[in-house]
């Protein structure tokens, strides 16, 4: 076999990057196919917008396995044993370089990896975001309060050897189950937030809060969301999934009224705290979920954007949106496929104009912008 881009993937230590094997130019070929086929060809469909195919992931999900002197940092392979990916190419070069240096903190401030099927041990992930000005934001995935202590004790080191740490934290998921991360969350700096730096925009970044697995799409996004709405003369605007606000912030002009909704409590307080620097007085931000705000609403708005996960806005927001008199939908999706089916249930607004961002480089999903407008 040819070597690719990842010396794990061609050990078959890690198929994550399931379309490695793919030049990258034919992925994007297969992407574009893809989303035509499920959204349809009877738009304005503009060049895809390709990523680096490498350093380009802001956001380090690590399972931490293994022993305290010899912590594994990745994933579990199909026998649940630790798969050490600390190098893993796709990172930015920021989280690569911390990666090791926390390795050595798991060992200094004895912090005992989490045994899965004994379930024994603290340290169940590291979660490391790096911001486009390379500040890092590090959160200690643990069991219980046990091993606090000793964070807090050796952490000035930590900072010595890592100054681009701005933000730490201990997130506290006791449950055993596979979930990343659990609901309580304490801040051990002084610096609360990471400030991303994208399309023009210092959007603070919480701990507990979504941002774009690529900084450098996500730009891409928030750019074209304002280029293609600009001359549509909104009075009002609804950002549904909104994040730490990316959108709703973009849109953001003197005049038009803002709301953005979203459930993460973490990420309304990001994009208020945004909203409030950029002294913003017509937009807000509400925590919520998107399809009960848009149902009790007194009145539709002029346009609303829709970036919703991957199981899409579903049956009662589309059928809301259809039946509601809004004359422009912006959907950022990343799953063509229940993108396709929300259309689907929105026959009276037609997508008039496309475009893929290569989000995820290396595998199957990407992002798709989608203007829709009203027959
Ligand atoms: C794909 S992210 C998009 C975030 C944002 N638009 C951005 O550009 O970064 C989806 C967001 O939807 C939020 N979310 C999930 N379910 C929700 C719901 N029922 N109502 C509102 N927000 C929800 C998630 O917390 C997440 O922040």
Same mark, same amino acid.
């Given at each position: 076999m040819t070597a690719t881009l990842c010396h794990h993937f061609d050990a078959g230590r890690c198929r994550s990057c399931s379309w490695l094997g793919l030049p990258y130019d034919a992925q994007?070929?297969?992407?574009?196919?893809?989303? /035509?086929?499920?959204?349809?060809? &009877?738009?304005?469909?503009? !060049?895809?917008? /390709?990523? !680096?195919?490498?350093?380009?992931?802001?956001?380090a999900k690590m399972v931490v396995t293994g022993?305290?002197?010899?912590?594994?940092?990745?994933?579990?392979?199909?026998?649940?044993?630790?798969?050490?990916?600390? &190098?893993?190419?796709?990172?930015?070069?920021?989280?690569?370089a911390a990666l090791p240096l926390l390795a050595d903190f798991v060992r200094t401030a004895a912090l005992t990896p989490y045994d899965v099927p004994a379930r024994r041990g603290e340290l169940k992930h590291l979660l490391v975001t790096e911001s486009p000005d390379g500040g890092l934001m590090v959160r200690f995935v643990l069991r219980s309060q046990e091993? $606090?202590? =000793?964070?807090?004790?050796?952490?000035?080191?930590?900072?010595?050897?890592?100054?681009?740490?701005v933000v730490a934290s201990v997130n506290l998921q006791p449950e055993h189950k596979a979930v990343?991360?659990?609901?309580?969350?304490?801040?051990?700096? #002084? %610096?609360?937030? *990471?400030?991303?730096?994208? !399309? $023009?925009?210092?959007?603070?970044?919480?701990? %507990?809060?979504?941002? %774009?697995?690529?900084?450098?799409?996500?730009?891409?996004?928030?750019? =074209?969301?304002?280029?293609?709405t $600009?001359? *549509?003369?909104?009075?009002?605007?609804?950002?549904?999934?909104?994040?730490?606000g990316g959108f709703a912030l973009s849109l953001a002009r003197p005049g038009v009224a803002v709301t953005g909704i979203e459930v993460s409590r973490e990420a309304v307080a990001s994009a208020s705290l945004t909203a409030a620097e950029l002294g913003l007085s017509d937009v807000r931000f509400e925590a919520g979920d998107a399809t009960a705000y848009a149902v009790r609403a007194a009145a539709p708005p002029d346009?609303?954007?829709?970036?919703?996960?991957?199981?899409?806005?579903?049956?009662?927001?589309?059928?809301?949106?259809?039946?509601?008199?809004?004359?422009?939908?912006?959907?950022?999706?990343?799953? !063509?496929?229940?993108?396709?089916?929300d259309l689907a249930a929105m026959p009276s607004l037609r997508?008039?104009?496309?475009?893929?961002?290569?989000?995820?480089?290396?595998?199957?999903?990407? #992002?798709?912008?989608?203007?829709?407008?009203?027959?």
């Open positions: 994007l070929d297969d992407k574009q196919r893809q989303v /035509a086929a499920l959204v349809g060809t &009877d738009l304005a469909w503009e !060049a895809p917008v /390709a990523s !680096a195919q490498l350093g380009f992931r802001n956001k022993t305290v002197d010899e912590p594994t940092l990745g994933i579990l392979d199909a026998a649940g044993s630790g798969v050490d990916l600390r &190098d893993c190419p796709l990172h930015t070069p920021g989280i690569r091993p $606090g202590a =000793r964070i807090r004790k050796h952490l000035p080191a930590l900072q010595a050897a890592l100054p681009a740490m990343l991360e659990g609901e309580r969350e304490i801040v051990l700096t #002084e %610096q609360e937030t *990471l400030l991303m730096r994208v !399309a $023009g925009l210092d959007l603070h970044l919480r701990p %507990q809060s979504f941002f %774009q697995t690529n900084t450098v799409m996500a730009a891409e996004l928030y750019e =074209r969301a304002r280029a293609w $600009g001359d *549509l003369a909104a009075a009002s605007i609804w950002d549904l999934y909104c994040g730490v346009l609303v954007v829709v970036n919703p996960p991957r199981r899409g806005i579903g049956p009662e927001l589309s059928g809301w949106l259809e039946s509601s008199g809004v004359e422009h939908v912006l959907y950022s999706s990343c799953n !063509a496929t229940t993108l396709a089916a997508p008039v104009r496309g475009q893929l961002l290569d989000m995820f480089p290396n595998t199957g999903h990407y #992002e798709v912008l989608t203007l829709l407008e009203r027959r």
